[in-house]
Nanobody, 119 residues
Framework: QVQLVESGGGLGQPGGSLRLSCAAS????????MAWYRQAPGNQREYLAR???????NYAGSVEGRFTISRDNAENAVYLQMNSLKPEDTAVYYC?????????????WGQGTQVTVSS
């Protein structure tokens, strides 16, 4: 069990940047990976990026080259740097602490933080 608290959401300008943070209540190194997802109104939750315990990163095609995931094991935190924001990036963004179980990613969710991209 772990509590995850996202922060850093808010209003962003098209073409601008936002940085999301996720603070964990316990050692994130004990999880196989940390990840970010998002959910826009009327849509399913969408995978964005993952960083494993050895620092390997993976991105969804929709954000690769614009978003960067990073982690600070000493601070038990994971971050999502979002650049070149687009209106379609508007969504609730969720952090997840993940374990690889029988070939599938499972884990614990944060409560989410709203990101709105608008001029």
């Amino acid at each position: 069990q772990v509590q995850l608290v996202e922060s850093g959401g808010g209003l962003g300008q098209p073409g601008g940047s936002l940085r999301l943070s996720c603070a964990a209540s316990r050692d994130i190194f004990s999880f196989n990976a940390m990840a970010w997802y998002r959910q826009a109104p009327g849509n399913q939750r969408e995978y964005l990026a993952r960083i494993t315990s050895d620092g390997t990163t993976n991105y969804a095609g929709s954000v690769e080259g614009r978003f960067t995931i990073s982690r600070d094991n000493a601070e038990n935190a994971v971050y999502l740097q979002m650049n070149s924001l687009k209106p379609e990036d508007t969504a609730v963004y969720y952090c997840r602490a993940e374990l690889l179980v029988a070939g599938r990613w499972d884990g614990f969710w944060g409560q989410g933080t709203q990101v709105t991209v608008s001029s």
